[in-house]
């Protein structure tokens, strides 16, 4: 279960069969709704189910209901099969415009390591049925299955990662790692044939975009099957929002987070609005640490020490790793641990090699924290390396890092073109890349060891069937791996438009930046649009 404690401000209580429902009153018209009592009402179910934040003894549920009505309210039914005839509890909840529609609610008093079933309920539809799980109890020793992935850009190909991840019988939970959605405008050469509009910029933009993105099958279904966590990269705002001149606003920043929050199934933590940083105990198997590296992000021209967690953040992570009793810790990584450099410098100071202080306190701590894995997004490459204790770059092994690729996005642009056994020789930590392929990766997590497989696929058509394209065998105790299989390293591809430091590199061609001034002439039409419709 979450180790922050869930915020309870601005909740509804409900009496449902016998248990107890929070539903979450978003801040924009909670205080209203309060006051309102919550009825069934019209509308349609036209963007599918999901939950998440999972605790061994709730979930939170999510639809989103299309109406009209200025205020409405739908029915969730959830039961112990899949034909709801063991029901648990109902409840109704209330929604409204100012909210685009979303309903959430968290269910409690449910049991552990449960699989249950779910589905909505309007005066004119009925949703498609869910399916969920609860986390293990926390005495429980179950072994878990957990997957993961980042960076689904939608012009750049199919999601059909996800619905290789949706037909797992069981996963007890799939984290996305951030880019969840890109704000970019319109892209040539592409593979969707359905147009993206203009650059996001305000909430009315960054809800049409996450509607877009959840129309693709893949990503439905597995919302649909799974318990889910995301935490946010940049592009759920703007590319590497921090360095940007002009960086967007925080009226912009809010836009991006708020949108974030009405699509997916999490409560924010408690005391903050758009708290996202938690860890969830999946019993005695393993704690699964999320972090948020761009919120509390500081030292890019405000004056402040360079932090990519921020301050309270990074002390509340060290605190996190060491007192963890259980036998795994899995960190949700949005950008990558371990130092990469090609040709003697840097690729990338937007990730973690971008703030070494930070990065060399949680290394110290990792000295003593044994069974730590990174799971990692970002830079749309496959990498499989070992976490060493000096700076990252030498002395014994204290962790490990399996970043996941991406989705759809295309190869990180400092290393487009540059082989493999180059990026190898330059780090010998990092002893496999592949920036070829889309996918995703999975992680078996046992009493003695840890499996983590990348899987990929085709994303130019709707549906493909993927390969195992690396497997890796972590024994408890040797915060190293073994290679179980594993498939030729791939050169990573030109990288779609992107802007910040990665464009700096020197391996940028012009043709890519013409692309980036062309993207931030539309950021800037549309801004401007959306201060017009403001006023």
């Known amino acids: 279960m979450p180790s922050r404690r869930l915020l309870t401000r601005r909740e509804l209580t409900f009496a449902g069969s016998g248990l107890l429902l929070a539903a979450q009153v978003p801040s924009a018209w909670g205080a209203r709704l309060l006051t309102t009592k919550a009825a069934v009402g019209r509308g349609t179910f036209e963007d599918g189910v999901a939950s998440g934040d999972p605790a061994p003894d709730a979930m939170v549920f999510w639809s989103r209901l299309t109406t009209e009505q200025q205020r409405s309210g739908a029915e969730l039914v959830v039961a112990e099969d899949p034909e709801l005839r063991r029901t648990v509890a109902t409840a109704v909840v209330p929604t409204a415009r100012a909210m685009d529609g979303a309903l959430k609610a968290r269910i409690t008093g449910l049991k552990p390591d449960t699989v249950y079933h779910y589905v909505w309920r309007s005066a004119d539809d009925v949703s498609p049925v869910g399916r969920t799980k609860t986390a293990p109890a926390p005495d429980s020793d179950v072994p878990l299955r957990l997957a993961?992935?980042?960076?689904?850009?939608?012009?750049?190909?199919?999601?059909?990662?996800h619905q290789d991840a949706a037909a797992l019988d069981v996963l007890d939970l799939y984290l996305f790692l951030g880019d969840y959605t890109y704000e970019y405008g319109p892209e040539t050469g592409v593979t969707r044939d359905r147009d993206v509009p203009a650059p996001t910029v305000d909430l009315k933009s960054y809800r049409e975009r996450l509607k877009m993105y959840r129309s693709d099958p893949g990503l439905r279904e597995l919302h649909r099957l799974h318990p889910v966590a995301h935490i946010w990269d940049d592009h759920e705002v703007a590319d590497n929002y921090s360095d940007n001149r002009p960086r967007p606003s925080d009226l912009q920043r809010a836009a991006?987070?708020?949108?974030?929050?009405?699509?997916?199934?999490?409560?924010?933590?408690?005391?903050e609005r758009y708290g996202i940083y938690r860890t969830y105990r999946l019993g005695r198997m393993a704690d699964v640490i999320l972090l948020?590296?761009?919120?509390?992000?500081?030292?890019?021209?405000?004056g402040k020490p360079r932090s990519i967690l921020g301050p309270r953040q990074q002390a509340w992570f060290v605190e996190e790793l060491r007192r963890s009793p259980a036998r795994w810790r899995i960190v949700a990584n949005q950008a990558m641990f371990v130092p990469l450099g090609v040709a003697g410098r840097g690729v990338n100071t937007d990730q973690w090699d971008g703030y070494p202080a930070d990065r060399a306190e949680i290394l110290q701590t990792l000295r003593s924290v044994p069974n730590t894995i990174f799971v990692t997004g970002d830079i749309h490459t496959f990498f499989t390396a070992k976490v060493l204790a000096d700076g990252g770059a030498s002395g014994p092994s204290?962790?490990?890092?399996?970043?996941?690729?991406?989705?759809?996005s295309s190869g990180f642009p400092a290393l487009a073109g540059v082989e493999s056994l180059a990026i190898g020789a330059?780090?010998?930590?990092?002893?496999?890349?592949?920036?070829g392929d889309h996918?995703?990766?999975?992680?078996?997590?046992?009493?003695d060891a840890a499996t983590v497989r990348y899987r990929v696929g085709p994303i130019t058509t709707p549906t493909a069937t993927l390969?195992?394209?690396?497997?890796?065998?972590?024994?408890l105790g040797a915060n190293d791996y073994e290679t179980v299989s594993q498939q030729p390293s791939g050169t990573p591809r030109l990288a779609a438009p992107a802007t910040g430091r990665a464009l700096r590199s020197e391996r940028v061609d012009g043709a890519l930046a013409a692309r980036r001034r062309r993207h931030e002439r539309l950021v800037r039409r549309a801004r401007l649009r959306a201060e017009r419709r403001g006023r």
Request: aromatic share 16%; hydrophobic share 30%.
């Open 148 to 161: 993961y992935s980042s960076c689904q850009n939608w012009p750049a190909g199919f999601f059909t990662g």
């Open 256 to 271: 991006g987070y708020q949108a974030s929050f009405e699509w997916l199934p999490r409560l924010p933590s408690a005391g």
């Open 292 to 302: 948020d590296q761009r919120q509390y992000r500081t030292g890019d021209g405000d």
């Open 398 to 408: 204290v962790a490990t890092e399996f970043v996941g690729g991406s989705v759809t």
């Open 426 to 435: 330059a780090n010998p930590w990092i002893t496999y890349t592949n920036g």
């Open 439 to 447: 996918g995703y990766a999975q992680v078996d997590l046992a009493a």
């Open 467 to 475: 390969r195992t394209l690396a497997e890796y065998r972590q024994p």
